[in-house]
């Protein structure tokens, strides 16, 4: 399984990116797909999860600013980010929680390159 990620930028305080993340390989399913964040000198955090049935999470920083998405046929998750602030630089990651066979009990897990993004203010 090999996750591609794209659509990182340099953006002003205020702005929008949209960040893309394709899956492709084999596999039986993808459970779960998500985006993480690493900011120099931090530990790296959760931003946002959703579900193969469409259940989202959100970290509270990003809550009512940042929106997953999943299209399952492309087997792409996107992260929607607006009203982008400083604090939201960072390295962007995404990940899958993926079962490679049917009778795989746990998932496994598979990350992206990373992606840059950098809000100026």
């Known amino acids: 399984v090999q996750l591609q990620a794209s659509g990182g930028g340099l953006v002003q305080a205020g702005g929008s990116l949209r960040l893309s993340c394709a899956a492709s390989?084999?596999?039986?399913?993808?459970?779960?797909m998500g985006w993480y964040r690493q900011a120099p000198g931090k530990q790296r955090e959760l931003v946002a999860s959703?579900?193969?049935?469409?259940?989202?999470n959100y970290a509270d920083s990003v809550k009512g600013r940042f929106t997953i998405s999943r299209d399952n046929a492309r087997n792409t998750v996107y992260l929607q980010m607006n009203s982008l602030k400083p604090e939201d630089t960072a390295v962007y990651y995404c990940?899958?929680?993926?079962?490679?066979?049917?009778?795989?009990?746990?998932?496994?897990?598979?990350w992206g390159q990373g992606t840059q993004v950098t809000v100026s203010s």
């Open positions: 390989g084999s596999w039986f399913s993808i459970n779960v």
């Open positions: 959703i579900t193969l049935g469409g259940s989202t």
């Open positions: 990940n899958a929680a993926v079962k490679l066979t049917f009778l795989q009990v746990k998932t496994d897990d598979y």
